[in-house]
C-alpha cells in the first residue's frame, strides 16, 4: 500500500487544538517576516479548525490591513470583537480599520465609544488617533477646501457620473447587453476600444500622475512608475512562457492595485490641494513664483525655438531632405505640439516658417543635372525626378557556400517596420491637427511614406487630399510639392499621359510662384515627356503598320496558294474527263 505523502511534523497525531495553535503561530511567524500572504493562508488553516478564536482573527486583521484588504480586516475585527467585547485592541482594531476605509466619521464615532469604556492607559491610544482624525478633518475641511470648489467645482457632476458608472456592475450575459445597444452579438472576441486622447493631454496626465506621487511617495515615485509600467513590459511578459507570464502578470496588476489603495488612503488623508498650499502658504507670494517660473518657461521656448530654426536652415542648405524631414517630425511631433498659446504666443508663426522651410527644401531638389542629356529611354525622367533607376542594385548576387549572400526567411525588414510606425503616428496626429498648413504637411509626409514604399495609387490619393488642403489654406508652395509627387508616381507607373496632366498642373502652379528654375524644370519634364509619347506613338504607328503588312502578306499568301490549288485541280479534272470519254466510247 502507498502511503501518502506527508510532512514529518503531519505524522505525529496532533489534536485539532494543537494544530489550531500551531497555524496560528505560524501565521505570526510569517508576519514578522513580512511574508503576509503565507501569514493569511496559515491563520484561515487556523480558523478553519476553530472559527471563535479572537485572537486567530485579531492577528489576521491586521495582517489583512498591511496588504490593503481592509474590508475583510474591518468584518474579522468585528467578528473578533463579537467574541470578546471589552478587549481594548479588537476595538482598537476596528478603528483603525475604518481610518484606512477613508470613514473617518464613523472612526471618530468609534473612538468616541471606546474613551468612555476604557480608562487609564488602555484610553491612551483612542485619544491619539481622535487628535489624528480631527487634523485630517482639518486637512479635508478647512481653509484649503473653498478654492478648490470654485476652481473645480464645474467638474463634480461629470466625476460624480463617472464613478457611478464604474461603480456600476451589469450581471447580464454578453449577448444581452450587445443587443440592448444594437451591437454585433456574435463575436468571440470583441475588439478593444481605443481611447484616443490628444498628445497635450497625455502629456497633462503624465505630469500629474509624476506630480501626483512625488507628493505622496517623494522620491519613490520613480519606483511608481516603473511598477506601472512593468504590467505591460514585454520583457518580463513573454508570450513563450505559458507558465511563467500569467503569474508574473497577476503579480504585477495585484501589487498595483495595494499601492494605489494606499496611495488613495493619503490622499483622503492630507489632499492634493493642502498639500500644495502648505508649500507655500502666501498667495501673493505663490502668484509671484507662478509668474516668474511663466516668465522663465516663456524664455526658454524662445531660446528652443530659435535654436529649432537655425537647425532647420542649416539642414536645408547641405541639402539632406530626409534628415531635415525627420528633423522637423521629431520637433513639431514631440515638442511644439505639447505647447500652449500661454507659453508661445507666436505658435502659429512658427509652425508656418518650419513647414514653409521644409516645403522649399523639397523644391531645391527640382533643378536640371548637368548629365541628364547623357541619359535616354525610360530612365531620363526618373533621373530628372531623382527616383531610382538602377533595379539591378537591389538583385544580391548569390555566391556558392557563402552564407551572406542567402537571405533569411525570417529576417527582419527594417524599412518596412519603420514604415508602419511611421503611418500610424502621422494619422494620429491628422486627428488633433488645428492648422491647415499643419495638414497639408501630414498629407505630404503620407504620400511621401507611401511613395517610398512603392505604394503609388495611396501615395496619389494621399498626395490629392493634401493639395485640396493646400487650396483651403492658400499655400502654393505645398500644392507645388504634391503635385509633384503625383508625377513621381506616374513617372514610375510610366503612365505618359497622366504624368503629361499632372505637369500642366505642376507648371502653372510653378508660375504662381513666380520662380524662372522651378518653371525650366518642368518644362524640361513636360519636353521629356512629350518625347516619350510621341516615341510611343510612333512605335504603335510602326506596330500597326506591321501587323497591317503581315495581314496583307498572309493574305495575299493564302490567295496564292488558292490559286495554286485551283490550277492544280483544273488539269486533273480534264484528264478525268478524257478518260471518262475513252472508257464510253470501248464500252459501247
Not at 496632366?501 to 515627356?529: D, G, H, R, T, Y
Amino acid at each position: 500500500m502507498v502511503e501518502p505523502a506527508l510532512q514529518p511534523w503531519e505524522r505525529i497525531a496532533w489534536t485539532p487544538e494543537q494544530e489550531q495553535v500551531i497555524y496560528r503561530d505560524w501565521g505570526l511567524f510569517y508576519t514578522h517576516k513580512q511574508q503576509l500572504d503565507k501569514a493569511v493562508h496559515y491563520y484561515n488553516k487556523s480558523l478553519d479548525l476553530q472559527a471563535d478564536d479572537p485572537k486567530a482573527l485579531y492577528f489576521r486583521s491586521r495582517c489583512k490591513r498591511n496588504i490593503a484588504q481592509t474590508e475583510g480586516a474591518l468584518d474579522d475585527g468585528r467578528a473578533a470583537s463579537a467574541l470578546d467585547d471589552y478587549n481594548a485592541p479588537l476595538n482598537l482594531e476596528i478603528c483603525d480599520a475604518l481610518y484606512e476605509l477613508n470613514q473617518f466619521e464613523n472612526c471618530k464615532v468609534e473612538l468616541h465609544d471606546n474613551t468612555r469604556k476604557y480608562c487609564n492607559k488602555k484610553v491612551t491610544a483612542f485619544l491619539n488617533r481622535l487628535v489624528v482624525v480631527d487634523e485630517n478633518f482639518k486637512d479635508t475641511l478647512g481653509d484649503t477646501l473653498g478654492p478648490f470648489i470654485i476652481k473645480n467645482g464645474k467638474h463634480f457632476d461629470d466625476v460624480l457620473e463617472a464613478f457611478k458608472r464604474s461603480q456600476h456592475v451589469d450581471t447580464r450575459p454578453l449577448w444581452k447587453r450587445l443587443k440592448e445597444d444594437d451591437k454585433c452579438d456574435v463575436l468571440s472576441i470583441l475588439e478593444k476600444e481605443e481611447i484616443l486622447l490628444s498628445p497635450r493631454e497625455l502629456a497633462r496626465r503624465h505630469r500629474a500622475f509624476k506630480v501626483f506621487n512625488q507628493i505622496y511617495f517623494n522620491k519613490s515615485w520613480i519606483d511608481v512608475l516603473f511598477l506601472k509600467q512593468l504590467r505591460e513590459n514585454k520583457n518580463l511578459l513573454w508570450p513563450q512562457s505559458k507558465v511563467s507570464t500569467p503569474f508574473l502578470r497577476d503579480l504585477c496588476n495585484t501589487k498595483y492595485d495595494v499601492l494605489r489603495k494606499f496611495l488613495k488612503m493619503l490622499q483622503a488623508r492630507s489632499p492634493l490641494y493642502t498639500e500644495q498650499w502648505r508649500k507655500c502658504p502666501n498667495k501673493r507670494i505663490g502668484a509671484k513664483r507662478k509668474e516668474e517660473h511663466l516668465n522663465r518657461v516663456q524664455y526658454q521656448t524662445r531660446r528652443t525655438m530659435f535654436s529649432q530654426l537655425r537647425a532647420i536652415r542649416r539642414l536645408r542648405e547641405e541639402g539632406d531632405i530626409d534628415k531635415l524631414s525627420k528633423y522637423v517630425e521629431e520637433v513639431m511631433g514631440d515638442y511644439v505640439v505639447l505647447k500652449t498659446h500661454r507659453v508661445m504666443p507666436w505658435k502659429f508663426e512658427f509652425i508656418n516658417e518650419v513647414y514653409n522651410i521644409l516645403a522649399l527644401a523639397h523644391t531645391d531638389g527640382y533643378t536640371l543635372m548637368d548629365d541628364i542629356l547623357e541619359t535616354y529611354g525610360k530612365e531620363r525622367l526618373l533621373r530628372l525626378l531623382r527616383m531610382p533607376t538602377d533595379k539591378y542594385k537591389d538583385i544580391v548576387q548569390f555566391v556558392f557556400g557563402d552564407k551572406s549572400t542567402y537571405r533569411e526567411p525570417d529576417a527582419v525588414d527594417y524599412s518596412l517596420v519603420a514604415y508602419k510606425k511611421f503611418l500610424p503616428r502621422l494619422e494620429k496626429r491628422m486627428i488633433f491637427a488645428r492648422y491647415s498648413i499643419e495638414k497639408c504637411y501630414l498629407l505630404h509626409e503620407i504620400a511621401r511614406a507611401h511613395l517610398k514604399q512603392s505604394h503609388f495609387d495611396e501615395c496619389c490619393s494621399w498626395a490629392r487630399k493634401a493639395i485640396e488642403e493646400s487650396k483651403i489654406c492658400n499655400s502654393i508652395i505645398w500644392h507645388f510639392v504634391s503635385i509633384m509627387l503625383i508625377v513621381k508616381a506616374h513617372a514610375a507607373l510610366h503612365k505618359i499621359e497622366r504624368g503629361k496632366e499632372a505637369l500642366e498642373e505642376a507648371l502653372s502652379v510653378a508660375q504662381k510662384l513666380q520662380n524662372p528654375l522651378l518653371c525650366s524644370f518642368v518644362e524640361f519634364c513636360l519636353a521629356i515627356n512629350e518625347e516619350e509619347i510621341a516615341l510611343k506613338k510612333r512605335s504603335q504607328s510602326l506596330e500597326s503598320v506591321r501587323k497591317r503588312r503581315s495581314r496583307v502578306s498572309l493574305g495575299s499568301r493564302y490567295s496564292m496558294q488558292s490559286k495554286n490549288s485551283t490550277e492544280d485541280n483544273a488539269p486533273s479534272s480534264s484528264v478525268l474527263g478524257a478518260g471518262a470519254s475513252d472508257g464510253g466510247g470501248d464500252g459501247m
